[in-house]
């Protein structure tokens, strides 16, 4: 089992910055074969893959709308993956999931771990 822990949402005006992080936990031997994802959710809509990347440090992938403006990042030591947000849109208010699966970086929600969420809410 991954267990997956979230912080960092909020409110911020358009135009600002947050920095989104996510705590894993548990299967820690196999964490070098895992792909860590950022997906968010608006209400009425399905869930989008935002950002991903390989716990190797390896490749990332970024969905169009936030290249540029999302970097994703692991801090291996802290067991933490972090989503830095800059030029935040009021289009980028959702809430965010942490994902996790082992494997490769994968855009479709299957197969994946999943954190609690947070909201982000950007303000126009």
């Known amino acids: 089992q991954v267990q997956l822990v979230e912080s960092g949402g909020g409110l911020v005006q358009a135009g600002g910055s947050l920095r989104l992080s996510c705590e894993v936990s548990g299967r820690t031997l196999s964490r070098y074969n895992m792909a860590m994802g950022w997906f968010r959710q608006t209400p009425g809509k399905e869930r989008s893959f935002v950002a991903g990347?390989?716990?190797?440090?390896?490749?990332?992938l970024y969905t169009d709308s936030v290249k540029g403006r999302f970097t994703i990042s692991i801090d291996n030591a802290k067991s933490t993956m972090h989503l830095q947000m800059t030029i935040l849109k009021p289009e980028d208010t959702a809430v965010y999931y942490c994902?996790?699966?082992?494997?490769?970086?994968?855009?479709?929600?299957?197969?994946?771990?999943w954190g609690q969420g947070t909201q982000v809410t950007v303000s126009s």
């Open positions: 994902a996790a699966r082992f494997g490769v970086i994968t855009t479709s929600d299957d197969n994946y771990y």
């Open positions: 990347i390989k716990w190797n440090g390896g490749s990332t």
